[in-house]
């Protein structure tokens, strides 16, 4: 008996090493990752966690509780990594994590006092903190902040955008058909596609198309910083990126209002206009408050498309990544990292739809929802502070007619070819 039980233990803690290893990744972003093996829960050959007091720590704060719903959708990676030492994390990064943070702070703040005193426009939070982080970036240019800056926009983004597959559920996809289905993934392959080909011919970088392709095809700001982990580095990518998130939340506001009108100037249905909005809308408020404004059901469709696109997320930036390796570039440059993240958003859509599905586990499983939902918004949002912080107002300046080009007819390309699939299927 004393054996059995001690096995139990045994496997329990490696149960543990899958979420404490996942985190522990995150904070090493220098570290390699490799996924050793994909095993049943509580299999032979767990991996040993970093440390028992990092399990029991990793047990009191509930993180057992979400291994435990991952365990109900099947098989999940084993990571080997290094050893986290607390301490020595503070020490190196918490100076520009703690300055990132206060950003997002004052950002999260403004955005309410903001929509007041405009009569309820304003500006989202996350575009705020942009904004903000530009105006500091001489501040945030001491060396005692870099570390923690460059933690937040590679390692805080990626645990933010593996928990965004919290708000999906694979039901609510399916039931859209194929038909839409084709039509969506369609239009986007072939927005990335354009973009990425018309910066090249007009002289632009590559990166800079995928990051308008992206942000047009996938979700706006989410999309542009998930793109940006497997774009090559080139001079002006920090830039790059600021622009796109500052062009992604400026265009998704403008077609809020203009698409409504148009979906009605082409005689579409109140289905196939929440289909259209879904389908082309950079943000998901943006698609909200279009799809909500014409009627309860062209929100609702509107929405579940939305969705689909941000579940495509993992394969457009692994897709991106791939393409850039396969052009020649040097490893360093356009390497297209382990994505743990990934598969952390891909099994989290799994256990979004399992647990849902689940009268027994829904209970106990939305409290986790909602904390981890936070977690992931608040990620985004100091992410987002973190690259304007690391962003000069003299670059963004220096981007010349081409950007807004590039931009725009990426805009063009998926609302032509969704809108026109959506016509042919209706038909």
Not at 175 to 191: K, N, P, R, Y
Not at 204 to 233: D, F, H, I, K, M
Not at 398 to 424: E, K, N, P, Q
């Amino acid at each position: 008996m004393r054996e059995r039980k001690a096995h139990q233990a045994a496997a329990d803690h490696g149960n543990i090493a899958v979420i404490a290893n996942f985190f522990v990744w995150a904070v090493q972003p220098g570290d390699s990752v490799e996924i050793e093996r994909f095993i049943l829960p509580r299999g032979p050959g767990f991996a040993q966690a970093p440390s028992l007091a990092a399990r029991h720590t990793l047990l009191r704060s509930g993180a057992a509780r979400v291994y435990a719903v991952f365990a109900t959708a099947g098989a999940v990676g084993v990571i080997n990594v290094p050893a986290f030492d607390p301490s020595t994390f503070l020490k190196k990064n918490g100076a520009g994590v703690a300055l990132s943070a206060a950003v997002a702070v004052a950002a999260y703040a403004t955005e309410p006092l903001l929509k007041r005193a405009t009569g309820g426009l304003g500006l989202p939070a996350m575009v705020i903190a942009l904004f903000i982080g530009i105006a500091l970036n001489r501040l945030a240019s001491d060396p005692r902040f870099q570390p923690g800056i460059t933690w937040c926009v590679k390692s805080l983004l990626r645990i933010a955008i593996g928990l965004l597959g919290l708000r999906i559920a694979f039901g609510d996809i399916l039931g859209l058909g194929l038909g839409t289905l084709v039509t969506v993934v369609a239009s986007m392959a072939i927005t990335i596609t354009v973009s990425i080909w018309l910066a090249r011919l007009m002289g632009q970088e590559a990166g800079y198309g995928a990051l308008a392709g992206a942000a047009n095809a996938v979700c706006g700001a989410s999309a542009t910083l998930a793109t940006t982990t497997v774009v090559p580095n080139y001079p002006r990518k920090d830039a790059d990126t600021a622009f796109t998130v500052v062009m992604a939340n400026a265009v998704s506001t403008i077609v809020m209002l203009l698409y409504p009108p148009l979906c009605i100037w082409l005689g579409l249905s109140s289905r196939e206009t929440g289909l259209m909005l879904g389908a082309t809308i950079h943000d998901m408020a943006q698609v909200v408050g279009a799809g909500y404004a014409v009627s309860d059901a062209a929100g609702n469709t509107a929405v579940v498309v939305k969705l689909f696109r941000v579940f495509l997320l993992l394969p457009v930036v692994l897709a991106i990544g791939w393409w850039f390796l396969r052009r020649g570039e040097s490893a360093g440059e356009a390497k297209v990292p382990v994505p743990v993240f990934a598969l952390v958003f891909l099994a989290l859509v799994a256990v979004n739809s399992v647990a849902m599905a689940t009268p027994a586990l829904t209970p106990a499983y939305l409290p986790i929802k909602a904390f981890l939902g936070a977690l992931s918004s608040w990620g985004l949002l100091i992410a987002i502070a973190a690259l304007g912080l690391g962003t000069s107002l003299t670059a963004i300046f220096s981007v010349g007619w081409r950007h807004f080009a590039v931009f725009a007819a990426a805009t063009l390309t998926i609302l032509a070819t969704a809108t026109a699939g959506i016509m042919v299927l209706a038909l």
